[in-house]
């Protein structure tokens, strides 16, 4: 959405990847301190990348046994990553419906 410039205000672009307003200037100011320059135009109503830098991310998935994981932190921070991944593939997915059409 960012590089299409159809973010909308921040708290539009929060509610349509499934985080709050705070999160959001918090996943920016992560994609930030890797150099990505990211910037909001008020005129267009959306985040947009402000140089020609590119943002490639890669990620594995494991399969765990949660048996493995109760009782402790690692339990916890798998479901968290489990829900943001989860939410960013229903992005990635309504992102490429919206394209087909």
């Known amino acids: 959405m960012i590089s299409e410039n ?29 150099g990505v320059d990211i910037g909001y135009c008020r005129q267009s109503r959306s985040f947009l990348f402000e140089s020609n830098k590119h943002l490639k991310i890669n990620f594995e998935c494991e399969v765990i046994d949660f048996g493995d994981q109760r009782g402790t932190s690692a339990g916890w921070r798998i479901n968290s990553l489990s829900n943001s991944l989860n939410t960013c593939i229903h992005s990635l997915m309504d992102n490429r419906l919206a394209r087909a059409y």
């Open 6 to 34: 159809r973010t909308g205000t921040p708290d539009e672009f929060a509610k349509r990847i499934g985080v709050g307003r705070r999160q959001l200037y918090n996943y920016l100011d992560e994609l930030r301190s890797y």
